[in-house]
């Protein structure tokens, strides 16, 4: 072991314990420290797995590779995860040097690790990948990453060198069927082959067309957005044969569900979060490892910052959401509609670089279904709040716009005397308001 490698050991562990005492986010700094001070101090710990599972995908990631940490352990397995999101070079680094001994060992037989599509090409040679789950391909972050076809060749450069990578997929989604076939890697699907509830067919599509011939697919249902049983008219592009299937959906609030004779109780609600259970069963099927373990665990699983995070502050039940894209939102709209009770409901729109400063995207979420979801009041709040409102105007939804995130939660809860608030953020506005939450919290018991 080199007196350099054991140095940037020590000084990563220090810069995450000190910002962990500040309450600040350290991971990523404690990452670019080593890539300057060691950078093959990254390869030396990742050569020493016996398996490395990246998630890749628009929305689910951190859900997902939180829930395969928890289901891998369940079998024994040792796990080192990324597990708060730090999803580029940096925080993939970090994870992994944090995760081990003074001496360079590390202290897993296996890593899961999210990692951002744009990040991927940056850090695969570095990794041993074994496995890749694609939760799914959704636009996105338009000017950050492009189109979705954009999306799908950056994952498509990063794989192409990496023959043996297996695929876990969800067939239900065109698009990631399309980045199956292209990639040619070995895959495990899982999907779900029967219609679950009625469908609008009003929210985004994507990949509306067949590769092949370019006629319209059709589709025998939708699950939402543009995942579904799809078949091109000509026959050339078909939906795959689903590995792993879902059983029966017996509550989407909590998820109670069945998936090959097993039934798993969910804390996590919604019914997007099937899927990213399903990711994970697909992966344990792939490897024959046990689906019951993983199932007696996931009662106890707790969701990670910002995913569906609750708070009790001043007697108001809070619920924290990520919402960054238009599936993203309209599976949130889902959530709130199929919540009976009264509600406000507070959203927090930035633009900064990570946002992607174009937040057109927000004309193409369905924000009128709101308007029966039995809520009293709208705010606003981020750097774009009033973009927000006037998105919120157009479908004939008052809100009060407020500059300040900080003075919009105050208002809710003491102006208005929320006793239910939803509070749905964007990318940058996720960490702040989490934390500011958390305080309020801790002053307020
Ligand atoms: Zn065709």
Not at 165 to 180: G, P
Not at 282 to 303: I, M, R, V
Not at 406 to 416: E, R
Request: glycine share 6%; proline share 3%.
């Amino acid at each position: 072991m080199r007196l350099r490698s054991v140095f940037s050991i020590a000084m990563a562990k220090a810069i995450a314990f000190a910002c962990r005492l500040l309450h600040k986010q350290g991971v990523t700094l404690a990452g670019a420290m080593v890539m300057k001070v060691d950078p093959g101090l990254f390869d030396h710990l990742s050569a020493q797995l016996k398996r490395t599972i990246v998630v890749c995908g628009t929305n689910g990631k951190t859900t997902t590779n939180n829930l395969m940490a928890m289901a891998l352990r369940a079998n024994g397995h040792q796990v080192v995860i990324n597990a708060t999101g730090s999803n580029m070079k940096n925080g993939i680094v970090s994870a992994l040097v944090l995760n081990s001994k003074w001496n360079g060992q590390i202290q897993a037989d296996t890593a899961t690790l999210e990692v951002d599509e744009a990040s991927l090409r940056h850090v695969i040679d570095h990794l041993h990948v074994t496995d890749m789950v694609l939760t799914n391909l959704f636009r996105d972050q338009l000017d950050r990453f492009g189109e979705i076809d954009i999306t799908m060749d950056l994952l498509l450069q990063a794989v192409q060198n990496h023959p043996d990578i297996h695929l876990i997929f969800n067939s239900d989604d065109v698009l990631s069927t399309q980045f199956a076939l292209k990639s040619k890697l070995s895959y495990t699907t899982f999907g779900i082959s029967k219609p679950m509830h009625d469908t609008n067919n009003a929210d985004m599509k994507e990949g509306q067309f067949c590769p092949y011939c370019h006629a319209k697919l059709e589709y025998d249902f939708y699950h939402y957005a543009q995942l579904g049983q799809f078949h091109c008219p000509n026959g050339d592009f078909n939906h795959f044969h689903i590995d792993v299937d879902l059983g029966s959906l017996d509550s989407i609030d909590p998820l109670v569900f069945t998936i090959n004779d097993v039934t798993f109780h969910s804390p996590l609600k919604g019914f997007y979060n099937v899927y990213n259970h399903m990711a994970v069963c697909a992966l344990l099927t792939h490897y024959g490892e046990s689906l019951s373990k993983f199932a007696d665990e996931l009662p106890s699983f707790q969701g990670g910052f910002g995913r569906l995070e609750t708070f009790h502050i001043h007697g108001c039940d809070i619920l924290l959401n990520l919402a960054k894209n238009p599936a993203g939102f309209n599976q949130n709209i889902d959530l709130i509609a199929n919540d009976g009770s009264t509600k406000d409901v507070l959203i927090v729109i930035n633009d900064n670089e990570q946002d992607g400063i174009d937040v057109s995207w927000l004309w193409d979420v369905d924000f009128d279904r709101l308007n029966q979801c039995n809520v009293s009041h709208y705010l606003t709040a981020g750097k774009r709040y009033m973009d927000m409102a006037l998105r919120l105007k157009y479908v004939d939804i008052p809100s009060t716009p407020f500059d300040d995130i900080h003075q919009a939660i105050s208002y809710a809860l003491h102006d208005l005397g929320s006793t239910k608030l939803y509070i749905l953020v964007n990318y940058t506005a996720l960490y702040p308001t989490s934390q500011y939450l958390h305080e309020l919290e801790r002053k307020s018991a």
